[in-house]
């Protein structure tokens, strides 16, 4: 979500009428189709100016998910992280954030893409077209799995004893139910869903982690002056009007984006 602040509380200090903010709205389930929404300001955090809305709205979610998963790994400068299906959208906000934290980074994708990636500040770039990462890679401290399914498996293959894997694609287990506070029967649910993917983290004796990324104005400020140091872009697939709203979230659903979708309400800034 971007936006201009129309009105403030009472006791709202750090942000006025005409402000550009940004947010992952502080709710219950995933997003908002609004033009007028009331936010927590603890949830909010300035644009960089050399940002248009459309890029703006495009971070807050894949920008927090990535910080709460550098902070779940408890990731320390020096070390290393492979960061999977690095040329896409996701990539593009990890490999910065990452470097910015003082980490190696490491990561794959389509070989065409590797100029960019690189530029980014990836400090090694695999082609998984022509170099299998199983094979070339081990003892990594983290990764970050944007991948999934049986990418999973393989990336733990490559790291140390006790590292640390954040996966945005597989499963949630028991550990991730307790960290949200979820009721005592999804916590049992869950653990038997993840159950899989702890012993497969056990058997290569490292930290399986799944994250649902949370409101933090804090770290999205953190995000944004990064951003504006480094003039870094999000990649976007498509911009939708808001007429067009079922179609942009059939392209979500179907797995079909490039780079984030966005929605836009007439007059809004391009």
């Known amino acids: 979500m971007v936006g201009l602040v129309e009105a403030v509380g009472s006791r709202v200090s750090q942000f006025q009428v005409g402000d550009r903010v940004f947010a992952r709205l502080p709710l219950g389930q995933i997003g908002a189709f609004a033009e007028y929404v009331a936010v927590d300001a603890a949830a909010l955090a300035t644009v960089p100016d050399y940002l248009t ?4 709205a495009a971070i ?6 990535i910080m709460q998963a550098l902070e779940l790994m408890e990731a320390q400068a020096g070390k290393t992280i492979f960061i999977s299906g690095g040329t896409g959208g996701v990539g593009g906000m990890a490999i910065p954030i990452a470097k910015a934290k003082g980490l190696t980074v490491i990561t794959n994708g389509d070989g065409a893409n ?3 990636v690189l530029a980014l500040g990836a400090d090694r ?10 094979k070339t890679l081990s003892q990594v401290d983290y990764v970050l799995d944007t991948l999934g399914g049986a990418e999973t498996e393989k990336q733990m293959s490559i790291m140390k004893k006790g590292g640390q894997l954040v996966s945005l694609r597989a499963m949630p287990n028991g550990a991730f139910a307790k960290r949200m506070h979820l009721p005592k029967w999804k916590q049992v649910l869950f653990g038997l869903v993840g159950r899989q993917f702890d012993k497969m983290a056990e058997r ?10 949370e409101s933090n104005g804090k770290q999205l400020q953190e995000v944004a002056d990064l951003f504006s140091q480094l003039q870094i872009k999000p990649s976007i697939d498509t911009v939708y009007p808001f007429e067009e709203v079922n179609a942009a979230l059939d392209k979500v659903a179907n797995g079909r ?3 984030k979708t966005v929605l836009t309400f007439e007059g809004g800034k391009k």
């Open 53 to 56: 809305d459309v890029e703006a």
């Open 60 to 65: 807050p979610l894949t920008a927090l998910t």
């Open 114 to 116: 590797a100029e960019w």
């Open 125 to 134: 770039f695999i082609d998984y077209k022509t170099e299998d990462y199983t």
């Open 204 to 213: 290569y004796g490292v930290a399986y982690h799944f994250i649902f990324v």
């Open 257 to 259: 984006s490039r780079g």
